[in-house]
């Protein structure tokens, strides 16, 4: 069958026709790396994912993972996957040195093989690098080294039975020792890779409360919680007090684990503290949770990255299968002699197609763009700059992590319906990208929590600033646009949208906000999605000025490439953003039934 994951062409558009990539190879810092490495390591990548990923992520999906006597055994053909992967040092093209735009788009590239096996490494890489950031050199030696070589493994423990969405409700305690170290003692659910029989040991970073500590998320401490202990010459010791008490039995992501864990139900259970607020050193509360953000704002974008490759896959998948498939008549040719059809020649094919490719090469772009502003920030010298740029991440965050995952899973549903009955079989992948994807709105916080992050915090932070900055640089491109007479309608209905949103922000902040935060919170999700949508115009207006720049001239198969950009923009900007302005003129309308309506009422 043919194994799709990503558009090869689409990517290198992305990376160097609409990012200037073979530039910031220029600078000191990326100048090992230019457009022909950066091609082979894309190439390498594609083949790792398809030869290996690919294949193991069918099996994974079909045997699951194994619990038994507190042991998990992950899917066989994970174990090979993860040795080439970590062999190759995949993992590490996150640091430093390399640029993040090729770190994003070649692990991109595994997400959409296999997302299931990508929660181990990602998720080892990521602690270890919270780990190194917050505790210093010594602890870097001691833990972190081994995690983000790939030889260790690594979670993030926040979540307990009645402790999810609202991390200040949880009770995991920690209690401190004479010689330094604490004991940790709680249950913890839900936790990805916690017992594993991949890595030889498991370094946990788990969320507790130090006893004495405040009530709430003031009160939270970040701990380092070996499986097994390591000695602080860097040896192993005894194994540690944590025990997988069972894993669940999913929907999806079948090959990743999710362990429930009991820490200290011997009394045995030791960590170190690595953030937090133990009540006898005085005044750091709420560190232990500061840092565990600083972790997840790279996961979100991460997770948002997991929704684009899963909606790439799914939609290259539906285009192929609607290109082969034959049912029906052409309508223009409805007579009984005339050939059946590839069911792309029906409009309503055509339209979803369409909308789900014009997502996912903006989901490409978005998150390809977040991850060049990093970049940008590491090779300029100028302080206003980087706090601008880094005002737009992280205002695009909240968007990134719960539009991306929003889309991946309608994108993923598209595609099961292009394929009709047989998508809803397991003969086709595109049931199981569906099955896959739903997870990412939930975890790293639900999409509903991004949009009150979204509302709450981001459109303030910095008194507006980086909101207002978000939507200049939106501005930049229909300016740019406007040169160009063929594309300057679809830019004033653009900078009208733009102009729409910022009037909603300010509805909802100084009208609806201060009579009721309640119904203000109510329109945060719709507000989330339709700044989306803008943001997707704007990335494929982008890319239709780029591409109406070159088509004429270009060879057949570029003056395609560039034909589907111009045509996406066209349809998005016409077809999708006046319901957009529809969402918009929603909240401003506020209607208030939401939250007005009684809890008997809803039935
Ligand atoms: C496969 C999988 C892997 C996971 N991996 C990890 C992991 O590695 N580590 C870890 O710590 N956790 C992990 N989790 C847990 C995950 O992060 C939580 O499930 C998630 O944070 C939601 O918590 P909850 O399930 O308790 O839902 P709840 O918090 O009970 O939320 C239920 C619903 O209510 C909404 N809601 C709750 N509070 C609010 C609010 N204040 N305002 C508006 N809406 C609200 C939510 O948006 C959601 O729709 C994983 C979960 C799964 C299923």
């Known amino acids: 069958m043919t194994q799709l994951i990503a558009d090869r062409r689409d990517i290198e558009f992305v990376l160097y026709e609409m990012l200037d990539i073979e530039g910031l190879c220029n600078h000191e810092r990326f100048n090992e790396f230019n457009k022909r490495t950066i091609n082979m390591m894309i190439n390498e990548a594609f083949n790792l994912a398809i030869k290996e990923f690919l294949p193991a992520n069918k099996e994974g999906d079909k045997t699951g993972c194994e619990f038994e006597n507190g042991k998990v055994e992950i899917p066989d053909s994970y174990h090979r996957a993860l040795d080439l992967y970590t062999e190759g040092e995949w993992v590490q093209l996150a640091d430093p040195g390399c640029p993040g735009v090729v770190g994003m788009i070649t692990n991109a590239l595994f997400f959409g093989a296999c997302s299931s096996i990508m929660m181990y490494p990602g998720l080892s890489y990521g602690t270890g690098l919270l780990i190194k950031g917050i505790g210093g050199e010594d602890i870097a030696n001691r833990f972190s080294k081994k995690m983000l070589a790939g030889k260790w493994g690594g979670t993030m423990v926040l979540t307990e039975p009645d402790a999810g969405s609202d991390l200040g409700a949880l009770t995991t305690s920690a209690k401190r020792n004479p010689d330094g170290t604490y004991s940790i003692s709680g249950n913890k659910i839900f936790i990805s890779g916690g017992e594993q029989n991949y890595h030889e040991n498991i370094i946990h970073a788990v969320l507790a409360r130090i006893e004495g500590a405040p009530e709430g998320t003031k009160g939270i401490s970040l701990f380092i919680v070996p499986k097994i202990w390591v000695n602080e010459d860097g040896n192993l010791g005894e194994t540690n007090d944590v025990v997988c008490t069972g894993i669940e039995d999913k929907m999806g992501l079948k090959g990743s684990c999710t362990c429930s864990l009991t820490f200290g139900g011997n009394g045995k259970c030791r960590g170190i503290l690595l953030a937090g607020s133990d009540p006898e050193d005085g005044d750091d509360e709420g560190e232990g949770l500061k840092g565990m953000f600083n972790l997840m704002n790279g996961a979100r974008i991460n997770v948002g990255a997991q929704g684009y490759a899963i909606a790439s896959s799914a939609y290259l998948y539906a285009l192929d299968y609607a290109r082969k498939r034959v049912q029906g008549k052409n309508l223009e040719k409805m007579r009984d002699e005339d050939p059946s059809v590839p069911i792309i020649e029906h409009p309503d094919v ?78 086709y992948p595109v049931e199981m990208l569906l099955r896959d994807s739903k997870i990412f709105s939930i975890y790293e916080g639900t999409n509903g929590i991004q949009s009150l992050d979204l509302l709450g915090r981001k459109l303030a932070m910095k008194k507006g600033k980086a909101f207002m900055d978000f939507l200049e640089e939106i501005k930049k491109a229909t300016t740019n646009a406007k040169n160009n007479a063929n594309l300057e309608d679809q830019a004033i209905k653009l900078e009208a949208a733009i102009d729409k949103i910022a009037t909603v922000a300010m509805h909802l902040g100084t009208k609806i906000m201060p009579k009721s935060i309640s119904a203000g919170f109510s329109f945060s999700k719709p507000f989330l999605d339709a700044t989306g949508d803008i943001v997707m115009a704007w990335m494929l207006l982008w890319r239709s000025t780029i591409a109406s720049q070159k088509i004429e001239g270009a060879s057949k198969k570029d003056a395609s490439f560039y034909e589907g950009q111009i045509k996406s923009a066209e349809y998005y900007i016409y077809s999708v953003i006046p319901g957009t302005m529809g969402s918009l003129d929603a909240i401003i309308n506020g209607n208030d039934a939401i939250v007005t309506m009684s809890d008997e009422a809803f039935g």
């Open 350 to 427: 055509r339209r979803m197609l369409i909308w789900m490719k014009s997502h996912v090469d903006g989901m490409r772009s978005l998150i390809l763009y977040v991850t060049n502003l990093t970049d940008l920030i590491e090779i300029s010298d100028d302080d206003d700059e980087k706090t601008r740029c880094q005002g737009i991440i992280d205002f695009l965050i909240p968007i990134i992590k719960a539009y991306c995952t929003d889309k991946a899973f309608e994108v993923s549903a598209q595609a099961v319906q292009i394929y009709g009955g047989y998508g809803y079989t397991k003969e």
